[in-house]
């Protein structure tokens, strides 16, 4: 089974501070993505990435920064953390075509508070 | 205007009985995919079944199945024999054409009652 691992399910930071989030995956997936996801508002996509050292924006960009220095990682950025980043964020990867579930898999997510 | 519209925020069954719960999409593509996802309190976000838009037959997988009506842009999960489990949040998601990203609904509740 493919797996996605958050490193992190829940975590508390200061405003200011410089949060990263790590994601890794295991099936040598060439695309990776971060969302967040809020009551209402459904997931929205962060950054995502379709091979390493490449990456293109979502939809809700501003504040994030994102790194992939290997396939197997995507680690999402907050240079520099506010309260309005307080969410839940899940990252997914994606195989081949062909595969049961075209290839999307979420990790577990992490519950982000700042204070 | 939205591309995925899940019209119920909430829905309760019985355990046991059917559900059926509704996705209406909208793309210009010929080509696209649509998936549905659930949620539990966990958080993890759980693939549960995959349409493609050339497929000719209705998806299924084990207890689920996807009423796929083309010419009406809806895409409706149907759970059949439900289970206490199954209470979580279910969301319907669009992948348009060769676009990486998915489109999400806003999701809907199911509780399953005893």
């Known amino acids: 089974d493919v797996k996605v691992t958050q490193s992190s399910r829940y975590l508390v930071k200061r405003t200011g501070e410089k949060v990263f989030l790590e994601c890794v995956q295991d099936?040598?997936?060439?695309?990776m993505f971060w969302y967040r996801q809020d009551p209402g508002l459904g997931l929205r996509l962060i950054y995502f990435?379709?091979?390493?050292?490449?990456?293109e924006k979502g939809d809700i960009p501003e504040g994030y920064s994102v790194s992939r220095e290997k396939k197997e990682r995507f680690s999402l950025i907050l240079e520099s953390a506010s309260t309005n980043q307080t969410s839940m964020y899940l990252c997914?990867?994606?195989?081949?075509?062909?595969?049961?579930?075209?290839?999307?898999?979420f990790g577990s997510g992490t519950r982000l508070t700042v204070v | 205007a939205q591309k995925i519209t899940q019209t119920q925020p909430g829905m309760f069954v019985q355990e046991k009985e059917a559900v059926t719960l509704d996705c209406t999409y909208d793309?210009?593509?010929?080509?696209?995919?649509l998936f549905w996802y659930k949620q539990p309190s966990s958080g993890e976000m759980i693939f549960l079944i995959y349409q493609g838009s050339y497929d000719e037959q209705n998806a299924t997988e084990g207890r689920y199945s996807l009423n796929f009506q083309k010419a009406r842009k809806s895409a409706n999960l149907v759970i059949s024999a439900s289970q206490l489990g199954d209470s979580a949040m279910y969301f319907c998601?669009?992948?348009?054409?060769?676009?990486?990203?998915?489109?999400w609904g806003l999701g809907t509740s199911l509780a399953v009652n005893p």
């Open positions: 998601a669009m992948r348009e054409g060769y676009n990486r990203k998915l489109i």
């Open positions: 099936m040598d997936h060439e695309n």
């Open positions: 997914a990867s994606r195989g081949l075509r062909g595969a049961p579930n075209y290839g999307y898999t």
């Open positions: 990435s379709y091979d390493v050292k490449m990456k």
């Open positions: 793309t210009s593509d010929q080509s696209y995919g």
